[in-house]
């Protein structure tokens, strides 16, 4: 089904890829400070899903259509990252539904599961770094002599594997984080911090 050789390369290529920080990983270490890991599930069932779109995409070339028209792209990234800023702000006031309220209620800091998912989804699709990734990456671990259906959706399963790990360790990380800072009532430091982290995401979003 797939080149055994190609395959060993491409597994610890992709994991250094993931692990290395960026929009996805900067936007689940600052929900897992907010709303823990088990909430942020939600967020990274729409990120891999994203995630997932954008790899098949890029190898069938959607991505070159995308990247070929830049005012539909930059207005959906823009659009993605204004969103994403917002909610960063509201977060640094200690206001919204993703910040930890200062009375100590964690049921007010709920957020809809669809929200979380759009979030995730929003910032897979829309990073335009993404694209270029799996547009340069895939292809050289395709083996032409073989079918190409089994060999990506076997690449795209290891590729979501590895992120959703990913996603996870850097959301345990913030929840740890969120541990640490809440020592003291600092509940409005948490919140100016995940915020900080979020409106880094939305600015990134929009500008990278």
Known sequence: MINTALLAAFIPTFLFVS??????MTLSMSLGITIG???????????????GLVAVCAVVGVAAI???SPQIFMAFKWAGGAYLL???VQMWRSRGKLAIPETGDSAHASARPLQLATQGFVTAVANPKGWAFFMVLLPPFLDDSRPLAPQLAAL????LMIEWLSLILYASGGKTLSKLLSRGSNVRRINRVA?????????WLALG
């Open 37 to 51: 890991v088990r909430r942020t599930f939600w967020m990274m069932a729409g990120e891999l899903v994203g995630v």
């Open 66 to 68: 995308m990247l070929g």
């Open 195 to 203: 915020g900080t982290l979020m409106m880094g995401v939305g600015v």
């Open 19 to 24: 692990l290395t920080p960026g929009m996805c």
């Open 86 to 88: 917002w909610l960063g």
């Open 156 to 159: 795209i399963a290891i590729i």
